[in-house]
């Protein structure tokens, strides 16, 4: 069971206990009495309910109140042990899963180490005779070369004795071959030079155009990134005062509209006190003058309280910016010690409706007065609620 849960059971417990009495108070009233007006200063005669009866069932309330929040406190106490005692438990398991789950990474690693110190052994063993392989295989090749050579020098013997016996006929032609190559070689070596030369001055010349075309480009990219920046910061300075007028706009039809709905309401509560007067002026009018008094300073005080519930429901209310220039009306029945018993349906912006209703709830009890007559005026409320940032 969750805390929710747990909290949820007493909640509609003393849901149901409430509505049970607000039942009682309904069956007490005498309905055949002059239904009196539905404003909030509007005075009527009805029968008034007794006195003892109300306090007695009050006096009631408040001890079914109290054995619900001892019920209640007992029942959370032993969620809190239960809720405890499984917290201790799952620390105990995650606490032996924790050792286990050392000890096997523990067993894990030193199987690792042994796996690697056996494949570095192994790797150790491969390398050493490749080793040993690659020394044989050298000494092969050198054994193979000093025979290559022996050869190469008995051959180069040989082609020198045969040289030289050869030497005396060659050394002329050689001597003429050598000259005539030489020339050959020289005559070779300047048409080589001024190739390079020409290729050099052509590689030069191409370089030297392609540096010129690659600063030419350079220049046009710059010059077009410079105009695109330049057409990016007028673009964003027009959407940001576009955004600003659109910003100021919606602040002043906001503001518009709100003194607009706090105008209506206005001229609505105004018509509907004006309405009231009328009303008990024509309940009254052949009242006593002492009487008229005594009832002028009954509506003063009823203003006063309805006044004083509004401020408190005002507090515990949470508002949007959504619900400003909204309203909702909304009637409350409540005990005379202002415990509120019974909240009807509200008339008006829905969202705005919901929310007073939470901030109703929220409150609890309301402000009421000693005076016996204001407080039985008090019991049927009707309020208009208009939400204040």
């Known amino acids: 069971m969750t805390g929710n849960e747990g909290i949820r059971k007493p909640l509609l417990i003393s ?101 690697q110190a056996r494949a570095e052994r192994e790797r150790q063993q491969v390398v050493e005779q490749q080793r040993k392989a690659e020394e044989a295989r050298k000494a092969e090749e050198a054994k193979q070369q000093a025979a290559e050579q022996a050869r190469k020098a008995e051959e180069a013997r040989k082609a020198e004795e045969a040289k030289q016996r050869a030497a005396a006929e060659q050394a002329r032609k050689a001597e003429e071959a050598r000259k005539a190559e030489e020339a050959k070689k ?84 105004k018509r509907e006190q004006e309405q009231a007067l009328k009303d008990l002026e024509a309940l009254m009018g052949s009242s006593p003058t002492g009487s008229s008094s005594s009832s002028a300073a009954a509506a003063g005080e009823v203003d006063r309280y309805t006044g004083m519930i509004i401020a408190a429901i005002q507090r515990n209310w949470l508002v949007g910016p959504t619900m400003v220039g909204k309203q909702c009306r909304i009637n409350i029945r409540v005990a005379t010690d202002g415990l509120i018993l019974q909240i009807g349906q509200g008339q008006g912006d829905g969202e705005v409706c919901r929310s007073a209703e939470l901030a109703i709830r929220k409150t609890g009890t309301l402000p009421m007065p000693k005076d016996p007559e204001v407080n039985r005026q008090l019991q049927n409320l009707n309020l208009t609620l208009i939400p204040r940032l």
């Open 186 to 269: 020289q005559a070779a070596a300047e048409q080589a030079r001024k190739a390079e030369e020409a290729r050099k001055a052509e590689e030069a010349k191409k370089q030297a155009a392609a540096e010129q075309a690659r600063k030419a480009e350079e220049a046009r990219k710059a010059e077009e990134a410079k105009k695109q920046a330049a057409a990016e910061q007028a673009r964003k300075a027009e959407e940001a005062r576009k955004a600003e007028e659109a910003k100021k706009q919606a602040a002043a039809e906001q503001a518009r509209k709100a003194e607009e709905a706090k105008k209506q309401a206005e001229a609505a509560l």
């Open 15 to 115: 849901l149901a206990l409430h509505l049970t009495i607000g039942i009682f108070f309904l069956v007490g009233v005498n309905f055949n009495a002059p239904k009196r007006p539905t404003q909030a200063v509007s005075i009527i005669e009805a029968t008034m309910i007794d006195d003892g009866m109300v306090a007695a069932q009050a006096e009631r309330l408040a001890d079914m109140q109290a054995q619900q929040q001892q019920a209640q406190a007992a029942e959370q106490a032993r969620q809190e042990a239960e809720l405890q005692a499984a917290e201790e438990a799952e620390r105990r398991a995650e606490q032996q899963k924790a050792a286990e789950e050392a000890a096997r990474q523990a067993e894990q690693q030193k199987a690792v180490a042994e796996q």
